[in-house]
């Protein structure tokens, strides 16, 4: 057979048993499995550095699109650099046809102004992406909130 192996049953009654053991496959797809669902969002964001705003609030959000403005003002979806806005949401636009409940992570620097912060919003939701989320970075423990 095929892909089987062969070895003499040590009982004085048993024959040639051919099986497949599945369990090591079983164990190690597992394993890459898990691996690959906690690499995936460090995959997705390629480690654009940004400066986040820190807030109060705020929870984990996870998505397959990630928005990005750095602190030189030049924006990214994904981890691949877009020089204008048009071919950026021509990208978004796209992911969108392949998936049409996509959510929109968007980051931006805190030296980044609001202006251009409300244009990323606004090519993401013209794009037909209506579920976004800003990110910011966690207050310390012994900062008081921002009021």
């Not at 497949?20 to 995959?43: E, G, Y």
């Not at 048009?86 to 620097?109: G, H, N, Y």
């Not at 990323?120 to 921002?146: C, E, M, R, Y």
């Amino acid at each position: 057979m095929a892909g089987g192996s062969f070895y003499q049953d040590e009982d004085a009654g048993g024959g040639t048993i051919s099986d497949i053991n599945v369990t090591p496959l079983v164990d190690v797809t597992l394993v890459l499995l898990i691996i690959f669902m906690v690499t995936a969002k460090l995959i997705v964001a390629r480690g654009i550095a940004v400066d986040s705003p820190k807030t109060a609030s705020g929870e984990e959000v996870s998505s397959t699109l990630q928005v990005t403005i750095d602190r030189d003002r030049v924006l990214y979806v994904n981890g691949d650099r877009y020089d204008s806005v048009e071919t950026a949401q021509a990208r978004v636009e796209s992911m969108r046809a392949q998936s049409p409940d996509l959510k929109a992570i968007i980051s931006a620097d805190r030296s980044v102004p609001h202006g251009d912060v409300m244009r990323v919003i606004d090519f993401v939701k013209l794009a037909g992406v209506t579920k976004f989320a800003l990110t910011s970075d966690p207050l310390a423990k012994d900062q008081p909130p921002p009021k």
